[in-house]
């Protein structure tokens, strides 16, 4: 006697359901949460690709299934069976009137619930915390975010070269070297790919790296981390004009790109859209004296008064808020509005304490904004007052010699300064790409390195650039988690990455 043909599933993923309405189908997914009237049951599921409600109506050929559901907790990993239908008021715009399935992950306690969690709590169970809607958007961008970038190299004719994580010597400042012990010899983990870069570009012409670089800077900024990545372009021939508006068509194309396919993701995340559809060209320019002039002048102190008054309005809001917040929670008699509402208080909380520090902090910012010395390099406050005067991204260039790294290029007009720039995204967010001319000259740039007290020896190599077929060339650098945190309207760089290093944050 023939055995019965086993039973064909059509397994799809969550993103396909649009493609396969009226049909039935498979899903497979972790369940977000469950809600039953006791004679229907609503599970919303997730599989990575997006969600879907799942309905299910309790008769006696799912009354099994219906009481397994009914009492998961979130987390649990599900198989589903039903047929798909459109409808606007489902979470994801599709639902599953569900026929069959299974339950193949029973799990409960899920660590991270609907009630109160600090972000010690959250980052310490970062390997957790990624399910989260939130942070699923946040991924979702940056993996667009890097995708665009490297589309854009390759569409412009750049040749993708992988420079060394371990360097014998600074490409930056010495003094945010990570050393490492490499087989009883010290070596450093790379702050950055670009002096072997510009060989690659002599062989080459135009050349990027893109990987993982290592800043060992004893900071707790929101724009700090220890271990980040950065994409870096290197070309021949160029100037500084032409380096400016290499790097201005680049950001308004990445930007684009994310615009194009994460609205929603970015509607997710509360980001308003608005100020990212202003970036288009040109961006605006100016030089380090410029800055200078803004930072001593009165549209300064126009702006942190106004911030000052608006934090201020802020603030008086929100513990107005906090007030009846609290009155409710202590008033209802429901778990979870209870949990919903001590959850948005201690989120209300958080952002009270982070308001209260920016006001205490502006006066400070004003006053290293009126104090500002030619010579030093641009701060953090700095960078966000010249950023948050402008609706696009702004150059600026041509700052002093001794604040730059020893590579950049002497201006031959005015020797104080280097052909330089940094470009600031709008919205306070600072700075998010670095970049020069290189100086083509060998004793130039020997000297410049004796100045600054670098031995020569190891850069022996380096020096060989400017003694073979030495031309002009540039290239700059730009770090992906700030630029995804200003994309995404995130204030802290830390949720940019899946797994974030700073200093006194090495787990998970």
Not at 258 to 267: A, N
Not at 400 to 428: C, I, S, T, W
């Amino acid at each position: 006697m023939d055995e019965p043909m086993a039973e064909t599933k059509q397994y799809v993923t969550i993103n396909r359901l649009g493609q396969v309405v009226g049909r039935e189908v498979t899903l497979r997914g972790w369940v977000r949460r469950v809600r039953s009237s006791g004679k229907v049951l609503f599970a919303v599921i997730r599989d990575g690709t997006g969600i879907c409600q799942a309905v299910l109506e309790k008769q006696a050929q799912t009354a099994e299934l219906f009481e397994a559901l009914d009492h998961l907790g979130i987390e649990s990993v599900v198989e589903l069976t039903g047929v798909v239908r459109a409808d606007e008021r489902a979470p994801g715009g599709y639902e599953t009137a569900v026929r069959d399935g299974r339950v193949l992950h029973a799990t409960s306690d899920f660590p991270i619930t609907p009630k109160p969690h600090g972000v010690d709590f959250l980052f310490k169970h970062r390997h957790l915390w990624l399910r989260v809607p939130r942070q699923n958007a946040i991924m979702r961008i940056r993996d667009t975010l890097i995708w665009s970038i490297r589309e854009y190299f390759h569409k412009e004719g750049f040749t993708l070269v992988d420079t060394p994580i371990f360097a014998p010597s600074a490409g930056e400042g010495a003094s945010t070297l990570f050393r490492v012990d490499y087989f009883e010899e010290d070596v450093f983990l790379a702050q950055t790919g670009q002096l072997y870069l510009e060989s690659a570009a002599a062989a080459l012409g135009k050349v990027y790296c893109f990987g993982p670089t290592f800043r060992a800077e004893k900071s707790k900024t929101r724009r700090h981390l220890t271990e980040f990545w950065m994409v870096e372009p290197e070309l021949t021939f160029v100037d500084l004009d032409e380096l400016t508006a290499l790097a201005e068509d680049f950001v308004c194309y990445i930007v684009g790109c994310v615009l194009d396919r994460h609205r929603k993701d970015l509607e997710e995340l509360g980001r308003d859209v608005g100020p990212l559809e202003k970036i288009q060209k040109p961006f605006v320019r100016l030089t380090y004296d410029q800055a200078i002039e803004i930072l001593h002048g009165e549209p300064a102190e126009r702006l942190i008064l106004g911030e000052q008054r608006e934090l201020e309005a802020r603030i008086a809001g929100a513990e107005a808020r906090l007030v009846q917040m609290e009155s409710q929670r202590d008033q209802t008699t429901k778990a979870w509005q209870k949990d919903k509402l001590s959850a948005e208080i201690v989120e209300l909380r958080e952002e009270l304490a982070e308001w209260r520090e920016q006001t205490r902090n502006l006066p400070d910012h004003l006053a290293l904004a009126k104090g500002f010395v030619w010579g030093q390099d641009l701060g953090g406050s700095d960078e966000t007052i010249v950023s948050k005067l402008h609706e696009r991204p702004v150059f600026v260039t041509h700052y002093p010699r001794e604040a730059k790294a020893f590579y950049m290029r002497q201006d031959r007009k005015r020797p104080a300064v280097v052909e330089n720039f940094d470009m600031l995204a709008p919205e306070g967010y600072g700075e998010v790409i670095g970049g020069s001319v290189r100086e083509e000259d060998l004793d130039r740039l020997a000297a410049r390195m004796e100045e600054e007290k670098l031995p020569l020896e190891p850069y022996q190599w380096y020096l060989d650039l400017r003694r073979y077929g030495s031309v002009p060339h540039g290239g700059f650098g730009l770090g992906v988690e700030r630029t995804l945190a200003w994309i995404c309207g995130i204030r802290h760089i830390r949720e940019t990455i899946a797994f974030p290093r700073m200093m006194g944050r090495i787990y998970p």
